[in-house]
């Protein structure tokens, strides 16, 4: 897509850049909280069961739907959804808009119950295809056919309450979608104790748990809706002309969108025909990558689409290429030290996190091999989540599906070759360079399309944050062999000494960027002084 008679707005590049990095802020700090619940419950799974037969199980089964909603859900509905839904808020009035929205609402509860209900009957088929190597050991493969079934309707809840939080958030409520995952974390983590004792198989307690959240998740969206004049009871048109718009959207953005999900995707299907535990391994440490990047990377990608959703309507090219510009800093800024970081701590926060009970040692050794791995990408996988915004913005939606096909098919070709050497770290460090492979892609088209973002500025802030990184790792690593780090010792001396490196580390990074006078520190530092 091409704008043309593009009308220059002065003042866009300030208010936007503001309510990207406030939005930023408020999905960043409820993203907090929930990955430290979400911590808090891989921990209590690590505990109960471990990286065997059972974890592996669950967690092929639990991927499925969790793809699904990254897939249909969270990735290319809100992506396709939110562009469609800004134009008629802004062009044909609040109360056009939300007829649209209840339309595609109940649209989509239809087409969500049809595929809920295609999963369950369908388990068998959907595991096979997933976790080849699961049909290889009955139990393990009944297992998982099992709790597929329990968790598939909750893509049902989940998809519903995606769409529900585009809403919101194309009106500037960022909290209750934010805080929606807490819920999930909280069923799940409760279903533990409260469920699991009273099973035959104990995880499938857990797996009820994801269904309750799920519901959880859908009714904390509800008040809120009602609270912005969304009206659940209020009659609607059973076809919108917004729905087709959307729905054309939508379909190359499947792929698009989650092209990260669908190579984590391809990862388990491989780690599948590994030694056992290895799916198990790859989980945790994905997990903690999700960590930086769903606080930073993908927070900003939320909060900056509707802002280059409304950029894009108003044919605002100038204001659209700053905007994006900030946000990619802004995420390189974060997510660069953070990368650094994880990769020096690795294992002691494994050890923290998870090793006790059923997870022993060895499996806090094997995930940390898969936590480097997965760490040297996250740069590229925050990265993308902007990028790709900036496409669907546009509303093009050909060529970030040409690039996810290419990115697909070298991380497989990647995936096969490193497996070979590298076991399940090479499955993590082929989705790390597929990512980075797409990333290039992306971005040599966009500068094709659009021209100038002026790529020197966003090469000279890469290198300020690329600096002050290396240097914030040798005071890292420096305290760490002081602290000696990597022994063995009580979980509460653990704790302090990675708080002593990670303050420290954050101290250092945050000078050096104030020395180097780095743009995206100072406008944080307003943006907090705010607050």
Known sequence: MVLIGVKKISNSKPSENKRVAK????????TVLSRIFGFLRDAIIAWFFGAGLVADAFFVAFRIP???????AEGSLIIAFIPVFTQYYKNSG???AFRMAGSFAWLLSIVLAIVSLAGILLAPLIVSLIAPGFTASSQKFELTVLLTRIMFPYIFFIGLTALFMGVLNVM???LAPALAPVFLNIAMIASVFILSPHMSDPVTGLALGVLAGGALQLGLQVPFLIKKGFYFWKKVPWYHPGIKKAGLLMIPTIFGAAVYQINI?????????LPEGSISYLYYADRLVQFPLGIFGIATATAVLPSLSRQAAAKDLEGLKKTFAYALNLVLFITIPSMVGLMLLREPIIALLFKR????ADAARLTACALLYYTAGLWAFAAVRI???MFYALQDTV????????SIFANIILGVILMQFLGHGGLALSTSLASAINLILLISVIRKKLGSFGWENIVKAACKTIFCSMVMGGVVWGITVSLNLSGDMTTISLLYRIVICIIAGCMTYSFLSFLVKSHEFLSLIKVFQKR
């Open 399 to 406: 060529t970030p599906v040409m690039m996810a096909t290419v």
């Open 23 to 30: 939005a930023a802020g408020v999905v960043g700090a409820a």
């Open 66 to 72: 969790n793809i699904l909603r990254r897939l249909f």
């Open 357 to 360: 009970g059923a997870f022993n």
């Open 94 to 96: 609040k109360a056009e």
């Open 265 to 273: 995707l391809v990862g388990t299907l491989l780690a599948s025909l």
């Open 387 to 389: 990028v790709v915004s």
């Open 172 to 174: 500037d409520h960022f």
